[in-house]
Structure formats: C-alpha cells, structure tokens
C-alpha cells in the first residue's frame, strides 16, 4: 500500500519523498494516515509536523507562518528535534500554492522543504496533483528523491462488493464509468448521484460532476436556481482572485442554504464567515457552467482570462465539458482556440495534450487530420501525452489512428518526418498494449520487419514498454526477439542495454528461450576454426555477457543454475573457444579463469571481461547443481572431467573437490586420466583432489594412480634443458597423497627427492 511504502521510505531516512497522482485519489487521506500512525506507534522515536499547504495561500514569509499558527524558526526547531529523533514534516495541498495569483507562497514552501531536505534525520513528504507537477514550472523543477504514486481502486476487488453493499446495480457500466469509478472522491459522488434517485452513464469525471451538481443543488427543492446562482457568483469571485475560499457575502445566500451546501458536500466550512467548495474539481465544473451559460466559447472564455497558469484547470474542464454535452461543438471550438493566434502556446499545448483523455470517434478524424498537417508540433504532444496515459481509452485510440492517421503517415514523402511520426506512434502503444495485447505484438513486429527507424530506437522504446506489458507470455512475444535477432546488428554497447534487457525479462517471467538470450550473447562471435587464438579473441570481442547487459546482474548466473539448454551450450562454447590444437599444456582459455588468480602473485591486477565474466558465472552454475547432485551434474560430470580442455576439467576438478560424495566413482577415473596426469597445467588442483578424496576411493584406483604418477617420475626427459621436470611434476602429485596410503614404490620416491 501507498501508506506501507511511505513508512518504509521515512524508515529508510529518504529525506525529500513526493505522494502524487490525480485530483480525487486520496492524498490528504492517506497523510491523515500517516499521521495517526505516526502519533500512534512512534510517538516515541518519531517527531510530526503536519502543514495544510492551502491554508496559507497568501504567506509571502517565514513571519507569515508564524502568524498562521506554525512555529517561529520551524527549520531551526526541526534541526534541534531531530539531534533525538526522526522528524517528518508533511506539506499537503502544495498544487494549490501554484493556483494563487502570485508564486510567494509557493516559493515559500520550495525554500522550506529544500532547507528541512538538508538536515540529517529529517523527511519532508509532500502531495501535488499530477497534473500541476506536469504544468507548474516551479513544481517540475523540484528535485524529489522518492515519488509514490497512488494507485486507482481495483475494481473487481473494491469497487463491486461497495456497489453490491449500496445496492447498486453494476451489469450494464461501461468501460467509461468504471474508469471514473477507481477514483475514489468520485466513486464517493456517484453514491450521492444516485442516492438522489439518477442513474447516470458516465463518460468523464467532470460529467460526474455536472450531474452531482445538477441532482445536488439544482433539483433539490430546499436549494434550487438561486443557489446555483450564488455557487456561480462564487466561483467567478474566486477564479478571479485566483483564490480557495471566500467569504459568504459573495453567495448572497441565507445562512440556512449555505447550511444546507456545506452538509451536501458542496462546499466546506473554513470558519463562521469563510467558505470553500468541497473539491478543486468542483469549482472548475462550476466555473464552466457559468461561462457556457453567458454562451462564451472556448476561445473566448481563453481570450476573456490573463492566460497564466491558474486558468488551465478550467480550459481542461471546459473542454471536456464541450466533449460531453455539445459534442457537436466541440470540434469546431477546439479548431477556433487553437488557431486564434492571441491564445499562449502553452494553452494550446494543454488543449491538444488534453485530447488524449477522450475515446476519439470518426467524427473525430477531420479535427485531428487538421492538427497534422496544420499543427503537427501540437499533434506531437499529444502523442507524447498518450503515451503516459492509462489503458481507459487505449483501444479506441488504437483503432482510430491504425485505421484513419496511420496510412496518411507511412504514404509520406518526408522521409524524416515519417520517422519521427511513426516513434511517437509507437511510443503510444503503451496506452492500449494491455487491452489489446496481439495488436501491439503485431505492431511490434511490423515496426522492425518495415523498419519505421533505426532499430536502436525499436529497442529502445520496446524495451521500456515490455517492462509493464502484462501478457508477457503470449507465444508471439517470442517472434518479436527473433526479428531484433535477425534484423538488427548489436554494434555498441548501448544496443545491448535495450535488446538484451527486453530478452532477459522475458526468460525470466515465461522461463522460456533460453536459446535466444544465447543467440544474443554469441551474436557478435565469427567462428574461425583454424587456430584456437582466433577463437578466443573473437570471443574476448564479440561475447556480451557483462552484469549490466540483462535485466537484473544475477540474471545470467540464475538462468545457467535453472536451463540445461544454457549450460550446455555454454559448456560446449567454453571446448570450442579452447581449442586445445598445439597441446593442452597450450590452451589459452584456463588464463581466462580464476586459475589465474589463484596462480599469479599477490597484486597482480586481473581484467575482467565479458569472456572472464562468463566463465566465472558457469563455474557458479555448475559448482551450484553439483552441490544438488541434479540430473545436468549426473550426465555430465564424467565427461567435463575428461575435457581435453583444461578450463573445462579445471572446472569439474574444483566442483568436485567440494562434493565428494556424489561423484567419488567419477574422481577415480579423474585420477586414472593419463593426460590429465601428464599434460595439464592443473597439477595443484589434481594434488588437492587426491589428499580430499584418496581416503575414500578404492583401493584399486589409490593404486592405478599411483602407478600413473610413478611413471610420469620415470618418463625421461625429451630435451636436456627440461632436465628432471617429469620427476618435479610427479613429485608435484606424490606429495599429496596422504603418507599412509602411499605405496613403497611412491614413499622411496618422495624420500629420495
């Protein structure tokens, strides 16, 4: 829950936490919550201070807090408490700071939170809506070191058992309403809707509003039209204040009405004389109800305000109020503000970016052709908007612009601005990928099977929608990374970040192709068979493996220890890069692994690559399912041990020395292995097998091994200048055997030397 993440962010001592989401979901709440817990459980270790950003919309400095009832010298005070213990400083409202006339008061509490942000063992949480942190400058600009958002309700598991308790019949609501529903201020007036006897269809939360106005006030005997005129007189006073609340004269209603407002919920009660409306929302709602009333339009209501940030809420409500009840208007009024050219840019920007919030329609596709060719940099935000957008409208989005905006685009003869259309198209998918999920595979596909851009960018943006696609397992995902694999040529490190990170994750979550993440590591590997050392350097270049190139650091490791089909290939890759030609005294690839290390001096600094990396993840995997002594290890110990290349036997060697007691039938052979014995460089490994198992194998093979090492004592010398090596490196392997299961021959050996 938002509340848990909360507490374990302030037990974690992060300093400058941000609660975010729309207007409606529950943010005050939730700090009330946090609040009582606080006051509840650590009280003793755990110091509050709760500020109401709303209530001090006109304080331009420090002293004005203090005359509103907070402590003179709060950060000082703040500093000192929390020498003793963890200080939370909760700042609700801050979005209506933005809404004043002036920033002062914003400004203010920036500085605040920034200065308290400073202090060890402080943590400031503060909640704005989303929509200012997206519009408001000032807000953007804050750096937040955590951001909670707050989820909307479930609506199969909170929404239909509270309907069901209200006896309200849910079978025939639309995807719409429900929509509107998962947010909880207005789940809470569609009970008030309908406990006054409608039965509404909603498509929009402002709707609900109108409705809630209209059953509330407006056909409620005991308030009626002329309380309706004193909530419009009222709203106009305070949008043109740019003010929250205001006195009751300006109503110019009796005390009983107003009364009767603040009981309905439609206004608040700040004290005897003062009053505001229950909701942000509800003021705008009101505000466009008055303005359509005196027939403005959209662009004149526009043109009628200074256009600065404070009248954006109320030309989104107008907006979706033209959408909803004059949608035959609306079209045409959005094609009005949008060319006029006194309205801002940023006005502009938020009618188009607010779009995106609507179930476009075909009556729809001649507005947005407009907007392409007339206003593509406006059209352009609100395909960057979409992409942020939740899946309420993501089908009907889909659909409009595969079938009427899509072909328009791909016939272009601008080749640039074709690219550039076609990436934010795809960027959009994130908006309808979990409602129509074949459809973005399809889209998918055919965006690198065309190839709309370059590929990086097809990664890149596949990648970071892949990560909350939740139909990860359908079978098509999987023709979706075999076109990267075989479209796309992995040149640069920052190609493997998005194609590996997308494969990786899918593996993980449907355990499942593992041949493609295999595909992708030895992509860049050229097999060139007539020398070991082509081998090797193609694979020091060419494989990727490195912790940073899959999605989480244990990925690889992880997937060896669970995928026969991984280990395996990477076994018989690890026999194919070595190469043993010249000898197995010559091999390369045992420098490449921690046989190295442990054979170098003290200091000596070892670089890590992508093949060291990979090595040493196998050697994890396999030292893994022997300690389990699983089907992989019982199949295949016998024939790792038995590897011409010493990488692959220095591997068994050292696994097997920790697991004696599964594999002692296998480390006989080892140890009658003349090659092994002969011609490897792992004659200290070899040595600590024998002293770890000689006390538990046969006899037999104690003795056929030491007739091995005997003979290697004995075996002369090929060239004068290696003069008694045969005898060193027997003696080398004699030694460890434990001197009471030596035999005569062997003990004379070690005597004499």
């Not at 003179?72 to 400083?89: I, M, P, T």
């Amino acid at each position: 829950s938002e509340l848990g993440k909360l507490i374990a962010l302030i037990e974690e001592g992060t300093q400058r936490i941000l609660l975010t989401e729309g207007a409606g979901t529950g943010k005050t709440c939730i700090l009330l919550d946090l609040a009582d817990y606080i006051e509840g459980e650590r009280s003793e270790d755990w110091g509050l201070l709760f500020i109401k950003g709303d209530h001090f919309t006109t304080s331009q400095s420090e002293s004005n807090l203090a005359d509103r009832g907070l402590p003179e010298d709060l950060v000082g005070l703040c500093a000192r408490l929390s020498e003793n213990r963890r200080v939370v400083v909760i700042v609700d409202s801050l979005d209506v700071l933005s809404l004043n006339r002036d920033h002062d008061s914003l400004r203010l509490f920036i500085g605040l939170i920034s200065r308290l942000s400073a202090i060890n063992n402080v943590t400031t949480i503060s909640a704005c809506r989303s929509f200012d942190l997206d519009y408001d400058p000032s807000l953007r600009g804050i750096s937040w070191d955590h951001r909670v958002r707050i989820g909307l309700l479930d609506y199969e598991e909170t929404i239909i058992p509270l309907l069901d308790k209200w006896q309200i019949d849910h079978s025939s609501f639309s995807k719409s309403l429900i929509e509107v529903l998962r947010v909880p201020q207005n789940l809470r007036l569609f009970k008030q809707v309908v406990d006054s006897g409608a039965t509404p269809q909603i498509a929009s939360t402002y709707a609900l509003y109108d409705i809630f106005v209209q059953e509330v006030v407006v056909q409620k005997d005991s308030l009626g039209s002329s309380a309706l005129e004193g909530l419009y007189r009222m709203a106009n006073h305070l949008r043109s204040r740019r003010s929250q609340r205001c006195s009751k004269d300006i109503l110019r209603l009796g005390e009983s009405t107003v009364r009767e407002l603040v009981s309905q919920e439609v206004l608040y009660e700040e004290s005897s004389q003062s009053v505001g409306f229950s909701h942000q929302t509800l003021l705008d709602c009101l505000t466009v109800r008055a303005v359509i009333a005196e027939e403005q339009t959209l662009k004149d209501f526009i043109l009628s305000q200074h256009q600065l940030p404070f009248i954006r809420p109320f030309v989104r409500a107008f907006l979706f109020y033209l959408r909803a009840h004059q949608p035959d208007q609306f079209s045409r009024q959005v094609v009005q503000a949008i060319s006029e050219v006194e309205v801002r840019y940023h006005v502009k920007r938020l009618i188009c970016e607010s779009l995106c919030e609507i179930a476009p329609q075909e009556e729809d596709w001649p507005l947005f052709r407009r907007l392409y060719n007339s206003y593509p940099e406006l059209l352009k935000r609100t395909f960057l908007r979409l992409e942020t957008m939740g899946a309420a409208n993501g089908s009907a989005w889909f659909v409009f612009l595969s079938e009427n905006w899509l072909p328009l685009v791909i016939s272009s003869n601008d080749n640039e601005q074709r690219k550039v259309w076609l990436r934010l198209f795809l960027q959009s998918a994130a908006c309808w990928m979990n409602v129509m999920p074949l459809e973005t595979i399809e889209l998918w596909l055919r965006a690198i099977a065309e190839s709309w851009f370059d590929h990086r960018w097809a990664a890149k943006i596949i990648s970071r929608q892949f990560r909350d696609f939740r139909f990860k397992r359908e079978s098509a995902v999987r023709e979706v990374f075999e076109a990267f694999l075989s479209s796309c040529e992995i040149e640069q490190d920052k190609d493997d970040y998005y194609v590996a990170n997308t494969i990786s994750l899918w593996v993980e979550a449907t355990h499942s192709g593992d041949d493609l993440v295999w595909l992708y590591m030895n992509k860049k590997i050229q097999h060139q068979p007539d020398d070991a050392a082509d081998y090797l350097w193609n694979a020091h270049r060419g494989l990727r493996s490195q912790p940073h190139t899959f999605y989480s650091e244990d990925f690889l490791k992880e997937r060896l220890k669970a995928s026969d089909e991984l280990l395996d290939n990477a076994i018989s890759a690890l026999v194919q890069w070595g190469q043993p030609q010249h000898g197995r005294a010559l091999s390369p690839l045992l420098d490449e692994t921690s046989w190295i290390v442990k054979h170098s001096q003290e200091g000596i600094p070892h670089f890590v690559d992508d093949l060291s990396f990979f090595y040493s993840q196998v050697e994890r995997a396999v030292q893994s399912r022997a300690a389990t002594n699983d089907t992989w290890w019982q199949n295949n110990v016998q024939f790792l041990l038995d590897s011409e290349e010493d990488a692959v036997a220095y591997l068994a060697i050292q696994t097997c020395s920790k697991n004696l007691a599964n594999n002692l039938p296998q480390i006989e052979q080892c140890l009658q292995n003349k090659s092994l014995l002969f011609d490897s460089r792992l004659d200290d490994e070899i040595g600590e097998l024998i002293r770890n198992a000689y006390p538990y194998i046969s006899a037999d093979a104690q003795e056929e091994t030491q007739k091995l090492i005997l003979e290697r004592c004995n075996t002369p010398d090929i060239n004068s200048y290696l003069e008694g090596s045969n005898l060193r490196a027997g003696y080398s392997l004699l030694r460890w055997i434990p001197a009471y299961l030596r035999t005569i021959e062997i003990q004379a050996i070690y005597d004499d030397y």
